[in-house]
């Protein structure tokens, strides 16, 4: 029989959080769609092993791990690990587009400056 905890009402409460945050995403008209399914995948993923607590005892098997707790572990670290090299991958994208708008403003700027001395 599963046995229910604080654990698993705290997962689901947060699952549903991240669920709720790719909805308003969505409604708000943002364009995120790999944030999106990001929140999607964590909160139903979240919610899924809130619901079902004994998954990671299959994980735990097949990883060849003593305790599910370890599995857990395991687990959330890589999925941590993805979401960081994502965020990395992001801020680097992010971090190139704003050079290339300081370069545009400062080549407009420029223009303007040109323009007003003639």
Do not use: C, H, W
């Amino acid at each position: 029989m599963v046995e229910y905890t604080l654990v698993n009402l705290i997962s689901l409460v947060v699952g549903i959080a991240f669920l709720v945050n790719g909805y308003m995403l969505v409604k708000q008209g943002r364009e995120a769609i790999a944030l999106f399914v990001v929140s999607l995948a964590i909160g139903g993923g979240l919610i899924f092993v809130a619901v079902f607590p004994n998954v990671f005892q299959v994980f735990a098997t097949v990883l060849g791990l003593e305790l599910k707790a370890r599995a857990i572990l395991v687990i959330s670290n890589l999925t941590l690990f993805v979401v960081a090299t994502y965020l990395f991958n992001r801020i680097g994208k992010l971090y190139d587009r704003l050079s290339r708008l300081n370069e545009e403003v400062s080549l407009l700027r420029s223009e303007v400056e040109e323009l007003r001395d003639e």
